[in-house]
């Protein structure tokens, strides 16, 4: 049974940190590439970053240079460490596999406003 539990989120100022975590049970996050994704209000769904089975990592454009993901194989843990947050960052954050599956979380949210 896959179980995605994201957790970290909340009201943060612009320019702020936060660190977003993901607790993946019946994934071996070893051997899959994992990914952060995020949906703002009225949007879809998108990708944000990823991290391969090899730990080579991609990011989406718009949070290039200030988010950065990591994983604990040990804990079956990825990390999202966002700082420098902006009011666009506003959305609901999930983890899934890369490419996604139909198996999602309840995701963590995150408010970037002063």
Request: with cysteine; aromatic share 14%.
């Given at each position: 049974q896959v179980q995605l539990v994201e957790a970290g989120g909340g009201l943060?100022?612009?320019g702020g940190s936060l660190r977003l975590s993901c607790a993946a049970?019946?994934?071996r996050i070893r051997i899959n590439?994992?990914?952060w994704y995020r949906q703002a209000p009225g949007?879809?769904?998108e990708l944000v970053a990823y991290i391969?089975?090899?730990?080579t990592t991609n990011y989406a454009n718009s949070?290039?240079?200030?988010?950065?993901?990591?994983?604990d194989t040990a804990r079956s843990t990825v990390y999202l460490q966002m700082n420098n947050l902006k009011p666009e960052?506003?959305?609901?954050?999930?983890?899934?596999k890369y490419p996604s599956t139909?198996?999602?979380?309840?995701g963590t949210l995150v408010t970037v406003s002063s």
């Open positions: 943060v100022q612009p049970s019946g994934i590439a994992m990914g949007k879809e769904r391969t089975s090899g730990l949070v290039k240079g200030r988010f950065t993901i990591s994983r960052d506003t959305a609901v954050y999930y983890c899934n139909n198996y999602w979380g309840k």
